[in-house]
């Protein structure tokens, strides 16, 4: 018998507005802490120093946070000009401080369109992709050398909102883009494009996967909530785990054959009528039980269990 996971079995997704200065990791350890849940992951990390919308997954939903890591973002960024540094924030190590006096909002408007729509994009040295099974920024801390391969990403808007002329000439800009996208490099490739370094001095997230940052909370409101109604008063701030699946087709299946489904058998069901292809998922309902799971397409009339909530 396995050993018994320690702490509640609270299942759901919390909206955290992350706050400067903190990791990912370390959002989300405090988070589960603070909802003393068994399991608790994350739908795609932010930069130690972004801030913004981090959704977290707890207990059961973590089994399908991929599906927001595939979803598009939207941000809010300070880009800062002359500076260039080893992370392309202000975060890290200057490498170059040019003065970007020079630079006008007329020269800036003009860059924009060519990193607007399909571009090509080399990650940062500093991220956690994986080169040989190794993340890129160990190899960065250790001094390497390494070729990182340009990906494909989608910049679906780019827009100027302020310009800031001077020495550390300022910009900010709103960005809506496709998953994969590293904003550090964009900034970077904007002030290639200039002429100048460009390094990220301040992002923060708004949007992801149809969650807005306004819907999401502090730390430091959790905190207070816990301290002064208990943990469970928490419990209302959850999302149910579907939320992380509304934009696959659904459809509901009767009782009898939930309990098959449930067990992992393939079953015949009555498809919804959309473009769909073997291997697509779907996300399945049961009038008595709710929400059970995500399966995937097999031919016409039949699904495949692959992912389900076990009720606790």
Known sequence: MGRRRKGRAV???????????MTSNAALQKVRWLYQAQKAGHTGSLDPLATGLLPLCLGEATKFSRFLLEADKQYLVTARFGLAT????TDGETLHLLDSSPLTEKQLVEALPALRGEIEQVPPIYSALKRDGKPLYRYAREGQEVDIEPRPVTIHSLELLEFRPGEQAEADLSVSCSKGTYIRSLVRDLGERLNMPGTVARLRRTETG???LENALTVEALEQQRDQTGVQSMDAHLLP???????LPRIDIDANSSRYFLQGQA??????????????PIRVYCEDKGFLGV???TDENRIQPKR????S
């Open 11 to 21: 299942s759901g997704v919390l909206l955290l507005d992350k706050p400067a200065g």
């Open 86 to 89: 080893d992370t392309l924030d």
């Open 210 to 212: 149809g969650f807005e």
């Open 241 to 247: 785990i579907d939320v992380l699946v509304q934009h």
């Open 267 to 280: 079953l015949i069901a009555d498809i919804p009528n959309c473009d769909h292809q073997p291997g697509d």
């Open 295 to 297: 399966a995937e397409v």
């Open 308 to 311: 389900l909530v076990v009720a």
